[in-house]
Each structure stands twice: as C-alpha cells, then as structure tokens.
C-alpha cells in the first residue's frame, strides 16, 4: 500500500473517532466525511478496514469490563447506525450488545 493510502486510512481513523465522540454525526461532520470520500484516496476496501478496525477497537473497550451496560449498547448502536456499517462488517460481539 502506498504511503498516501495509509496516511489517508489513519486520517479517516481520526476523523471518525474525532466525528463520533459524542455519538451521532451533525451534518457538517457527515459532509467533511463525504468530502473526504470525494478524494478517492481509498478503495472500498481501504474504508471498510478503517470502519471494522473502529468498530472494533469500540467493541473492545465495551467488553473491556465484562459488563455492557445500556449506555454502551446505545453507543454501540449509534456507531453501526451513524457510520452506516453493514451488518456483514459487524463482530459477533457487536451482533449481541446491539441486538
């Protein structure tokens, strides 16, 4: 991968964790996410990674304690929702906090 694809995949890591820190995308974050895409810099592939890694990275520091609470399932549902994962891209984990 060249070296612009991975600095494009981190940029779209942080803008992510940057747009859903308070669990829902505005409209003006939905359109910087839009306008990023519009760079084609990634594959679909490439934003695929970078959105199961993400999600990922949310199911673990919700199981991290062994516990989900409401709070987490609600997170949990605002990433798939907000961000448009498919559910074919979502953990088994993910599949049970949500369901």
Known sequence: MGNA????????????????ADGKIEPAEREEMQAFYRQ???????VR???????RAVQDEVLADGLVTDEERVRCRAVVTELKIPPSL??????????
């Open 90 to 99: 979502w953990p088994g984990e993910i599949r049970a906090i949500v369901a």
């Open 49 to 55: 990674d970078v959105m199961s890694r993400y999600l």
């Open 5 to 20: 694809r991975a600095e494009a995949k981190e940029k779209l890591g942080a803008l992510i964790e940057r747009v859903m």
């Open 40 to 46: 084609e810099l990634l594959t679909v592939g490439d």
